[in-house]
Nanobody
């Protein structure tokens, strides 16, 4: 069965860095685009970043552009998110999500583009 397992969250001070990982299994990871989506306390889900199946295309929400970097290792079936210059507004649960169809790509995906989500990892940015 499809599994997406996030890790790497934690407590970090403003200006600090974290690297999130998402381990994928149960499907042909290299043929599916993937995204990171986050949810701040009491707020709606917010798309953060997306990467195409071969890693050649990426896109970011304006709120994280220039600070976050998405990447993937198809050989290891792993998705990553390097987060630098973290701000308190980056606090939330971060989820990785798999696009529904092979080779599907959308620079600005919506929740309807995904069919599987991980359980999430908590990121807290606070002094």
């Amino acid at each position: 069965q499809v599994q997406l397992v996030e890790s790497g969250g934690g407590l970090v001070q403003p200006g600090g860095s974290l690297r999130l990982s998402c381990a994928a299994s149960g499907f042909a990871f290299s043929t599916y685009s993937t995204s990171w989506v986050r949810q701040a306390p009491g707020k709606a889900l917010e798309w953060v970043s997306a990467i195409s199946s071969d890693g050649s295309s990426t896109n970011y929400a304006d709120s994280v552009k220039g600070r976050f970097t998405i990447s993937r290792d198809n050989a290891k079936k792993t998705l990553s998110l390097q987060m630098n210059s973290l701000k308190p507004d980056d606090t939330g649960v971060y989820y990785c999500a798999k696009f529904s169809h092979p080779r599907q790509w959308n620079r600005n995906p919506t929740h309807s583009d995904y069919d599987y989500w991980g359980q999430g990892t908590q990121v807290t940015v606070s002094s």
